[in-house]
């Protein structure tokens, strides 16, 4: 039984009148206070995760997916940041509405966030074993011995060899790919309906991004949580997620199932970013996207991928595409959609 936040009554909604939606993210704009003045970092960013469901939000540094995460979690830096507009729907409770005190008593409880840098996200005086039973000793008022089973349960979950010794092992003592896995089971370790994990594979060879996909995917699957990747790399996700949303300038461009928008994407920038990615199989030159993303202080008039985009008319330095529908539950932000899904994308020469 779950605690409502607004109330502190218990709440806990039948399955029939629960959301079609664990999240929904719903206009939501983000904007950062600089020196320079004001800087819209997330504009008009709408999308909708199911339960059980993997969501991929991707798009290079600076596309606004990060900061898309902090805002649903309410972990904006304040008072520099902050949400304008929009809404972000929790099981039907709006999270934008909420104190600060009610926001940290769903953090950890039912939702939890794995961030982009383990080794910062772990504190390096405290063994591995005491910051993964933390929040189980604070919230479930776990006696210390407790709170110790609890953490080598974990570390078991998320396959740490040897958790009955490695519990009292320091962060520096374990490799990256492990900390990683820490992290995972810290997120875990209170049973959380949606998981935001940001870059989760970040600074991993290829090998141990392999490992750590697969290990998010299969918990996913087994304890039925909703997953949120945010990610740069398509490839890394493809085997893990079931719809995507594509980012740049910090809008939306682009969004659908996986396969799909894959297989016949609609966007310029989406088809850049498969050219991207080393194919499993075959020989196909990687072909980098031309130039470099806007900064969210500069955007571009227009469509803000036009100086990169090799289909790039007049209309595309002046109007801003809207999103619109391309094919079933697909969506893409491009005056040029389908042509791009028809005929693909020229490759742009270089310089």
Do not use: W
């Not at 949606?194 to 392999?210: F, K, N």
């Not at 202080?297 to 209309?315: E, I, S």
């Not at 079933?328 to 020229?346: F, I, K, M, T």
């Amino acid at each position: 039984m779950r605690s409502d936040p607004s109330t502190g009554a218990a709440a806990v909604l039948p399955h029939d009148e629960r959301p079609a939606h664990l999240l929904e993210v719903d206009g939501l704009s983000v904007e950062f206070q600089t020196r320079d003045g004001t800087v819209r970092v997330v504009d008009d960013v709408s999308f909708a995760l199911r339960e059980g469901e993997t969501l991929a939000v991707l798009g290079e540094s600076g596309s606004g997916k990060s900061v898309t995460s902090l805002a649903v979690l309410g972990l904006l830096p304040r008072p520099a940041g902050r949400i304008v507009s929009g809404s972000v729907r929790f099981r039907g409770t709006d999270l934008t509405a909420l104190d600060e005190r009610q926001l940290r008593e769903l953090r950890g409880e039912r939702l939890a966030m794995v961030f982009q840098d383990p080794q910062s996200a772990l504190n390096p005086v405290m063994t591995v074993g005491d910051q993964i039973g933390e929040a189980a000793r604070r919230r479930r008022r776990l006696s210390r011995r407790a709170a110790r089973a609890k953490a080598i349960d974990m570390m078991r979950l998320v396959r740490i060899p040897d958790a009955e010794r490695r519990v009292d092992d320091y962060p520096h003592q374990f490799s990256g790919g492990m900390r990683q896995r820490a992290v995972i089971a810290m997120a875990l370790a209170l049973d959380p309906d949606l998981v935001i994990a940001d870059e989760p594979t970040t600074a991993l060879d290829v090998t141990v991004q392999q490992q750590i996909m697969s290990l998010l995917r299969e918990l996913q699957q087994s304890r039925g949580v909703g997953l949120v990747l945010i990610s740069h790399d398509l490839g890394v996700v493809a085997g893990a997620a079931d719809r995507v949303v594509v980012m740049y300038g910090g809008r939306v461009i682009e969004s659908g199932p996986l396969r799909p928008v894959y297989d016949r994407p609609a966007h310029p920038y989406t088809v850049g970013l498969m050219r991207s990615v080393p194919e499993a199989e075959g020989d196909a030159p990687l072909v980098p996207i031309p130039g470099a993303p806007p900064s969210p202080a500069d955007l571009p008039t227009g469509c803000a991928f036009h100086p990169r985009c090799p289909l790039a008319a007049d209309r595309c330095r002046t109007e801003i595409p809207p999103l619109q529908p391309v094919g079933p539950d697909r969506l893409s932000a491009c005056h040029y959609a389908e042509e791009v899904q028809r005929d693909g994308v020229p490759v742009q020469p270089a310089g």
